[in-house]
């Protein structure tokens, strides 16, 4: 028996009651069909047993389910989210709106392949769609963006708000996966199928893959932000029925029901007749993600009507956090999903905090205002005509968050005008990205899309959503600094001396390890070794980094610092939305202004001395 699956069936037997122990014992002793069937009578005590392990109870309904159907009375959101977590709003008059009267935003990062691509969001303009003529292009685009405008998302289930619901949700995931489980095996041992020994059945199948992808998605909170985090591993090492449903989870979940969005409208804003005569929200939300979805709505003000954007958390998240991480580290170990080198537990700290931090949108709003200076205070990306929107004080809460309202299309969409505007944007957000860590020490780390918004008529881009922002030491940026610049040089000493000293090696790994961390990191570094202009579409980069992915999880010795979760999420974006939008772009001279940043700082400090 393989290593992979006597994990998968020792887990099953942890998480499950005696039913699941008498599943595993048919599928071990070469039963399944006996197996199967009494797994659909043991599914009620499989998810008891899961939920009174969480601390729970319910009555469970039997039933022999064991494909990948929605259960009735689930509706499926099969819409796909304009941006995940991302508020569309106006333009910003007073921070950089010099750089253009009525701007828009648009544009995104998405991951690099050692992390691989996270977040990957909606594109609803073809991929293969080349258009020659800038015109045509900028009309198309135009095209897009007003459908936009009046794109709904339907309603979807509500959002399980109590511990006991959430619970449940995961005690039903549980069951359903060590059902789907049992019948991969059944199928590929009657079908002669050798493939069992390639590791973990438990989401190597289409039908579990979709039920955990549903379940996520229906959960939302920590349970979909966990899932969109264990997406960055890389898409050569997980299987491709879980790649393609976490491709789902990236997109956005379900919308939540009418009813909870009120709720949450007046817990927050009062009783509706204090707020009703004075914004007019739409019901349906336009981008639903793990943390809230965002409305259209319209602010009746002394001046007149002002168009503004709308973000509404789910009831129930942010009191979730602890209890579901709990919970879905418990599911994910079980199955074996966890390989050592990914250390999972460090993933879960991380996320914890960081779901923390997203869950407080009047900090959000303070990283909003923060943002809005650096970027206005930046001449080089006034010229580029940056803008972030303005936050609408009065109506934004510790839960509910309003923007200025913005037109524009997600900067994805950028790859059908002209290359000399795709390299401007295209250098414009690695300058960004290089600001934020190694001048700012502040970077909003989310790579959706949806989080750049590009104005075609005005060429703007528009910065939204900064839930996911964070500070960063200096002496961790210099470190890494000194790393960006070793790779860039392929100085291989300089390379394994600062990876050592910033906890990224241990010294002890073996020369696989060892391997594949240089030449990573010599491909990381490859877009700043030269000034001439670097092609970032045909450079296979991304896809060169994940080829040593397997070798990180399967030797790393130590986990990394904690900062690089959040930061390769973010280089891997700009180097991903390079390739997406066809950059040929120059990037040494990059590297170089944030080395005379730090070059200018000591010098400062020298003579001060």
């Known amino acids: 028996m393989s290593g992979g699956w006597s994990r998968v069936a020792s887990g099953l037997g942890r998480v499950a009651s005696s039913g699941a122990n008498r599943i595993s014992h048919g599928i071990l002793s070469n039963d399944p069909q006996s197996a199967l069937s009494r797994a659909s009578r043991h599914l009620p005590e499989l998810v008891e047993s899961i939920l009174v392990k969480s601390g729970g109870t319910a009555v469970v309904q039997q039933h022999s389910r064991v494909d990948g159907q929605q259960p009735e009375g689930?509706?499926?959101?099969?819409?796909?989210?304009?941006?995940?977590?991302?508020?569309?709003?106006?333009?910003?008059?007073?921070?950089?709106?010099?750089?253009?009267?009525?701007?828009?935003?648009?544009?995104?990062?998405?991951?690099?392949?050692?992390?691989?691509?996270?977040?990957?969001?909606?594109?609803?303009?073809?991929?293969n769609h080349i258009i020659s003529e800038s015109k045509t292009a900028e009309q198309y685009i135009t095209t897009y963006e007003e459908e936009d405008q009046n794109k709904h998302l339907p309603e979807g289930s509500a959002v399980p708000s109590t511990r006991i619901s959430r619970a449940f949700g995961f005690a039903s995931l549980g069951a359903g996966l060590a059902l789907g489980t049992a019948a991969e095996f059944a199928r590929r041992t009657l079908g002669g199928s050798s493939s069992n020994n390639d590791g973990s059945l438990v989401l190597s199948n289409d039908a579990n893959a979709q039920r955990l992808s549903d379940s996520l998605r229906r959960m939302r909170g920590a349970a979909m932000k966990l899932g969109q985090m264990l997406s960055i591993q890389?898409?050569?090492?997980?299987?491709?029925?879980?790649?393609?449903?976490?491709?789902?989870?990236?997109?956005?979940?379900?919308?939540?029901?009418?009813?909870?969005?009120?709720?949450?409208?007046?817990?927050?804003?009062?009783?509706?007749?204090?707020?009703?005569?004075?914004?007019?929200?739409?019901?349906?939300?336009?981008?639903?993600?793990?943390i809230g979805q965002v409305h259209r709505a319209t602010l009746r003000t002394s001046g007149?009507?002002?168009?503004?954007?709308?973000?509404?958390?789910?009831?129930?998240?942010?009191?979730?956090i602890e209890s579901d991480l709990s919970n879905l580290s418990m599911l994910v170990k079980a199955s074996g999903l966890s390989p050592p080198g990914l250390f999972l537990d460090n993933v879960i700290r991380v996320g914890r905090e960081e779901l923390k931090v997203e869950c407080d949108y009047r900090r959000e709003a303070l990283n909003h205002h923060r943002f809005q200076q650096l970027i206005s205070s930046d001449r080089g990306l006034v010229?580029?005509?940056?803008?972030?929107?303005?936050?609408?004080?009065?109506?934004?809460?510790?839960?509910?968050?309003?923007?200025?309202?913005?037109r524009g299309g997600t900067i994805d969409k950028v790859m059908d005008l002209d290359q000399d505007e795709r390299?401007?944007?295209?250098?414009?957000?690695?300058?960004?990205?290089?600001?934020?860590?190694?001048?700012?020490?502040?970077?909003?780390?989310?790579?959706?899309?949806?989080?750049?918004?590009?104005?075609?008529?005005?060429?703007?881009?528009?910065?939204i959503d900064f839930g996911a922002a964070r500070d960063y030491d200096e002496d961790f940026v210099r470190g890494y600094l000194n790393i960006v610049k070793a790779n860039a040089d392929q100085d291989e000493r300089a390379l394994f001396e600062e990876s050592i000293r910033m906890g990224f090696l241990t010294g002890e790994e073996n020369s696989m390890m060892l391997e594949a961390h240089k030449m990573s990191g010599y491909c990381l570094g490859e877009p700043f070794q030269s000034y001439e202009p670097y092609n970032f579409k045909t450079s296979r980069i991304t896809a060169r980094i994940s080829e040593h992915g397997a070798v990180f999880l399967k030797h790393r010795l130590t986990p990394p610092p904690e900062e690089v979760?959040?930061?390769?999420?973010?280089?891997?974006?700009?180097?991903?939305?390079?390739?997406?939008?066809?950059?040929?772009?120059?990037?040494?001279?990059?590297?170089?202004?944030?080395?005379?940043h730090f070059e200018a700082k000591d010098s400062s400090i020298s003579s001060v001395k």
């Open 74 to 127: 689930i509706t499926r959101n099969d819409k796909k989210s304009t941006s995940h977590d991302a508020i569309p709003i106006q333009t910003n008059r007073e921070s950089g709106a010099n750089a253009s009267k009525s701007q828009e935003d648009i544009s995104a990062p998405q991951l690099i392949k050692q992390s691989t691509s996270l977040h990957e969001l909606s594109n609803d303009m073809p991929n």
């Open 234 to 290: 890389d898409e050569s090492i997980a299987p491709p029925a879980l790649t393609n449903a976490l491709v789902q989870v990236r997109k956005g979940a379900e919308a939540m029901p009418t009813h909870q969005l009120m709720q949450q409208l007046n817990d927050q804003w009062g009783d509706q007749d204090e707020w009703k005569d004075r914004i007019d929200i739409e019901e349906r939300p336009f981008a639903a993600a793990s």
């Open 565 to 596: 979760y959040t930061l390769h999420r973010k280089l891997a974006g700009a180097y991903n939305l390079c390739i997406k939008i066809g950059a040929i772009i120059s990037c040494r001279d990059l590297l170089d202004e944030v080395i005379e």
């Open 304 to 320: 007149g009507q002002k168009k503004v954007a709308v973000k509404v958390q789910y009831p129930g998240v942010a009191n979730s």
């Open 423 to 463: 390299n401007r944007i295209g250098k414009a957000i690695m300058r960004l990205t290089m600001l934020e860590l190694f001048v700012w020490r502040f970077m909003q780390t989310d790579p959706n899309w949806g989080n750049f918004l590009y104005d075609v008529r005005t060429r703007t881009t528009y910065l």
């Open 383 to 406: 010229a580029d005509r940056f803008v972030v929107p303005d936050v609408i004080e009065e109506f934004s809460t510790d839960r509910i968050l309003v923007t200025e309202y913005v």
